[in-house]
């Protein structure tokens, strides 16, 4: 059983590659995949640490994709991380999250927030920056009561400083992935329509995220029946970025079949 969806400090994460492993070894998980938003950064140590503590490894990666007026992610896993044209699509999308982070500060301070971009060093695990980071800073200096607010109030589609991503289109990401190797999932797609979950599977997606820590059980059922009708690979992860609930992490609590990690392989090794 793996943990397909986990997030580091190479992007948002609070654990770096090692506390993640050890956390994983500790529950006795088969295997994971870091899947850092936009980021490749963590791979290779991620590679190396999990050989040698003996757990299976999966290199991953989240994008994020505007679509319809919206931010959805796509999940890639079995990346060549090393592949050129992979490094130099990572590269353009750092750079332009810079901007839009850039952007979103500006807009923050015209709302009255202020924020500049060393508020969110005590937050950051290295030079990413995301919106997460953001909304922890307006969570410590009493903005809003929580992330959630933070993204509903500010930072979310329907926020008032939301600044849009559309430097990247759903077919670059399912074509960089698949030119890398990899195996394209749509990841939590619980506030999605099924007309346009469709439409990306339509669009060329290799599986859904079935099993997520913000999906709940009807949801759940209703992404399996669409996933077997349309033969997709069912993928499940925690989404954990390193925050505690109730005490304990996420990381480990949603877990993919050895029959899903089967086919994501298979069709890796095709693509090879």
Do not use: W
């Amino acid at each position: 059983m793996f943990d397909l969806h986990i997030h580091s400090t190479y992007s948002d994460g609070k654990l770096d590659p090692e506390s993640i492993i050890i956390n994983l070894k500790e529950q006795k998980i088969q295997g994971f995949s870091i899947t850092d938003h936009d980021c490749i950064a963590g791979l290779e140590e991620a590679a190396t640490i999990s050989k040698m503590c003996n757990i299976k490894f999966i290199p991953g990666i989240e994008f994020g994709v505007s679509y319809n007026g919206r931010e959805i992610h796509i999940l890639g896993y079995f990346i060549d991380y090393k592949n050129e044209k992979l490094n130099d699509f990572v590269i353009k999308l750092q750079e332009n999250r810079k901007v839009r982070i850039s952007n979103t500060l500006i807009r923050l301070n015209e709302l009255g927030v202020k924020i500049n971009e060393s508020s969110l060093n005590i937050y950051k695990g290295s030079d990413f920056i995301s919106r997460s980071h953001i909304a922890m800073y307006l969570v410590d200096n009493n903005y809003v009561k929580s992330i959630n607010e933070a993204f509903e109030k500010y930072l979310g589609e329907s926020g008032s400083a939301y600044i849009e991503k559309n430097e990247v289109e759903l077919k670059d990401v399912l074509d960089i992935i698949k030119i890398s190797s990899g195996v394209s999932i749509l990841a939590h797609p619980f506030k999605m329509k099924e007309k346009e979950i469709i439409d990306i599977i339509n669009s060329g997606i290799d599986g859904i995220e079935v099993i997520n820590s913000k999906h709940s059980r009807d949801t759940i059922i209703n992404l399996m029946k669409i996933v077997d009708k349309y033969n997709l690979i069912p993928t499940a992860g925690s989404d954990c970025h390193g925050r505690l609930y109730d005490e304990n992490y996420l990381m480990g609590k949603f877990l993919s079949p050895n029959s899903s990690i089967k086919r994501l392989e298979s069709l890796h090794n095709l693509r090879k």
